[in-house]
Nanobody
Framework: VQLQASGGGLVQAGGSLRLSCAAS????????MSWHRQAPGKQRELVAV???????NYVDSVKGRFTISRDNAKNTVYLQMNSLKPEDTAVYYC???????????????WGQGTQVTVSS
């Protein structure tokens, strides 16, 4: 199973970006999909998560600005980021809890990371 993230870049404060992350390979089902970020000198933090039924949760610092969504048919998760702030600057990683074979335990797979830089 591979996760391919895309959509990062450089944007001015107040701008928007949309990240995408597509899972491919031997996939029976995907439960939770999530976005995490790691800023220089800081620990990686969970930004947003969406489960297969569509329920979502966000870290307080992005509530009202970021929206996570998924396309189950495409095994893809998105992160729409609006009203970006310099403190959102980080490498963003996607993750997915994947069941490869029915009845087997799921595993967490990670994407390669995509850089988001917000200038003031």
């Amino acid at each position: 199973v591979q996760l391919q993230a895309s959509g990062g870049g450089l944007v001015q404060a107040g701008g928007s970006l949309r990240l995408s992350c597509a899972a491919s390979g031997s996939i029976f089902s995907i439960n939770a999909m999530s976005w995490h970020r790691q800023a220089p000198g800081k620990q990686r933090e969970l930004v947003a998560v969406i489960i297969s039924g569509g329920s979502t949760n966000y870290v307080d610092s992005v509530k009202g600005r970021f929206t996570i969504s998924r396309d189950n048919a495409k095994n893809t998760v998105y992160l729409q980021m609006n009203s970006l702030k310099p403190e959102d600057t980080a490498v963003y990683y996607c993750a997915a809890h994947v069941t490869e074979v029915a009845g087997k335990p799921s595993r967490v797979y990670w994407g390669q990371g995509t850089q988001v830089t917000v200038s003031s």
